[in-house]
């Protein structure tokens, strides 16, 4: 639902600690659009085989999921790039579900 685009940033500083790729403080949502690469997606990438900045950016990413579900209220969605590129209706379709979820509890 294209409606709920206005109550999402791009690229907002959160936490004062990262800048995340989307959030909407309306629904408490944060969401993370993961490069297989750079995230090191597990279904393409041998965790054994990563290169340093992988390492380093899947153990940020680690710290960052972490301190999101422990020290904050907001629901942290994390896609990988593969599949954004081959399903961004589901994605869309389960965001809205998400930030419906309030007007179902």
Known sequence: NRNLLQYFQQHKPIFKQWQADFVSEKFKIIIEADGDYWHANPEVYDKNKLGYLQQKRVKRDKEINDFINTK???????????????DISGIGDFIEGCC?????E
Do not use: C, K
């Not at 904050?72 to 081959?86: A, K, M, P």
């Open 100 to 104: 419906n979820r309030g007007e179902l």
């Open 72 to 86: 904050t209220d907001y629901l942290l969605l994390r896609f990988w790039e593969n599949q954004i590129h081959s």
